[in-house]
């Protein structure tokens, strides 16, 4: 089994519980809206990192971050890219089984058209209400299984 996970939104804040829900990961994917090249060396300590550029990573240490990416896990290919809005591609017909996004700080998990929809929430600074949030993919064979872990801060 393989565990992914899913971070986002952290606008230069990492926290400690992140941190512990990520702990035991064998990759990380983070959504976007970084904040600050110190979450990525954070993140990178954990586990190996897939990063995406987010709409608030505009300082120079973060031009050389793609705006989505593409990696695969076993025969489980994920897209991620921030904003879900922005989506260019038929994630089903390009092999897709997994979009990770960002963005709308809102943790979602949502199945259409064969592929898993995942946004983690938020895991910087609250947003209005919103709770703070990572995700976790297990992925078994081609078996993806999605949970949002919402942090105690």
């Given amino acids: 089994m393989t565990r992914v996970g899913l971070i986002s939104d952290t606008h230069g804040l990492l926290r400690p519980q992140a941190v512990a829900a990520l702990q035991g990961c064998d990759f990380i994917v983070h959504g976007g809206d970084i904040g600050s090249p110190a979450i990525l060396e954070a993140l990178r300590a954990i586990a190996p990192l897939t990063v995406v550029r987010g709409n608030n990573d505009r300082e120079a240490w973060a031009e050389g971050i793609a705006e989505t990416e593409r990696v695969a896990f076993g025969g489980?290919?994920?897209?991620?890219?921030?904003?879900?809005?922005?989506?260019?591609?038929?994630?089903?017909?390009?092999?897709?089984?997994?979009?990770?996004?960002?963005?709308?700080?809102?943790?979602?998990?949502?199945?259409?058209?064969?592929?898993?929809?995942?946004?983690?929430?938020?895991?910087?600074?609250?947003?209005?209400?919103?709770?703070?949030?990572?995700?976790?993919?297990?992925?078994?064979?081609?078996?993806?299984?999605?949970?949002?872990?919402e942090l105690a801060v």
């Fill in 76 to 149: 489980v290919h994920l897209y991620a890219i921030h904003d879900l809005a922005q989506l260019a591609i038929d994630p089903a017909a390009a092999g897709v089984r997994v979009v990770v996004s960002g963005h709308s700080h809102k943790p979602r998990i949502e199945e259409r058209g064969g592929v898993l929809y995942v946004n983690p929430g938020s895991a910087g600074p609250r947003r209005f209400s919103l709770p703070i949030a990572v995700a976790e993919l297990r992925i078994e064979g081609g078996a993806v299984d999605a949970r949002i872990v």
